[in-house]
């Protein structure tokens, strides 16, 4: 079944996919993102691709290195992140950077997914927080579901400074590190999986600022999601996607806690096969039978949400 189907991955400063530009996976060069929020360079690693643009090398001298190599990592959204100060900051605001508590990367959805949820995904969230990342938080079966982690917490490399560039290792890339003053003052560890737990306290997220101006570089990666075959596999768990695949992309979005800002959206979108062309487009018709389709689950969404609302209004009376 996943043969029929080709991967696309697009990145922007937003959600609006007209902003959207195709990520060249598995390349050495970083993809630019710019917006008045944040400059960012993308660089996005998938094992084993074989998705559009047509032609991508199938794997990265990224996945030879360690610690990657050992973990068997199956993808990587690897970025230098420099945020900037907004304008017209009130008093009260944050005038310096971006709070550890406020800057979050995780996923969301436009539509509710809910009815699409496998059984067992309660087991597999417990799995994710338990084992992954246990600053998870958010509600898979909202309207709009989402995900979120705090970035000090949830990137698996945090490096203070503008990351290495090195195509022995396949362009952008980060280790934990940078910043050895501030990491002491704080008492941040220099490891990644401390930082990491680090990160999880209130206070120490209290205490860290992602300061307006600075470069930072970030790394998110693991070996639970195969885009080769479509399959999410857990400790003790596993998930052939394209079963409850309900149209939407996985979407990753680097955010602003308090404002609800974007900064970076990366979205790994499946496409069939006869939907895009030659050069890798999506064709016309397909894209204008996706949005019949979004409009259609979009109301649907919208009636059974009220259903729902009125039914617990009816249990009230």
């Not at 993308?42 to 047509?54: I, W």
Request: charge should be negative; include cysteine.
């Amino acid at each position: 079944m996943a043969d029929r189907y080709i991967l696309r991955v697009t990145a922007g400063p937003g959600y609006d996919e007209k902003d959207h530009v195709l990520v060249p996976v598995n390349e050495t060069e970083p993809v630019k993102i710019a917006s008045p929020l944040a400059t960012i360079d993308l660089s996005v690693r998938v094992r084993d691709y074989n998705g559009l643009p047509r032609g991508s090398p199938s794997s990265s001298k990224y996945f030879e290195t360690e610690p990657h190599a050992y973990n068997q990592d199956q993808y990587s959204i690897c970025f230098s992140f420099t945020p900037h100060a907004p304008k017209g900051v009130q008093s009260g605001e944050q005038k310096d950077g971006i709070k550890g508590t406020d800057l979050q990367f995780g996923n969301d959805f436009d539509r509710p997914i809910r009815d699409k949820l496998p059984p067992g995904f309660s087991t597999a969230m417990n799995i994710v927080k338990w084992w992954i990342d246990p600053g998870l938080d958010g509600d898979a079966y909202a309207d709009r579901p989402h995900l979120y982690g705090p970035a000090l917490s949830s990137l698996n490399a945090l490096h203070v400074g503008a990351p290495e560039i090195a195509e022995d290792k396949g362009g952008i890339f980060v280790e934990e590190g940078g910043g050895e003053d501030v990491r002491a003052e704080l008492g941040m560890p220099v490891d990644g999986k401390g930082r990491m737990k680090w990160g999880l306290n209130d206070a120490n997220k209290e205490s860290w600022l992602w300061k307006y101006g600075e470069t930072y570089g970030m790394d998110f990666y693991n070996p639970y999601i195969d885009f080769s075959t479509f399959s999410l596999r857990l400790p003790g768990f596993h998930l052939p996607i394209l079963k409850y695949w309900d149209g939407q992309g996985l979407r990753y979005v680097l955010r602003n806690r308090l404002t609800g800002e974007v900064y970076l959206a990366v979205c790994f979108t499946i496409h069939l096969k006869e939907d895009v062309d030659e050069e890798g487009n999506i064709k016309e018709k397909a894209k204008e039978q996706g949005r019949k389709d979004d409009e259609s689950r979009q109301k649907e969404a919208a009636a059974l949400s009220s259903q729902a609302k009125n039914t617990a209004e009816d249990d009230l009376d």
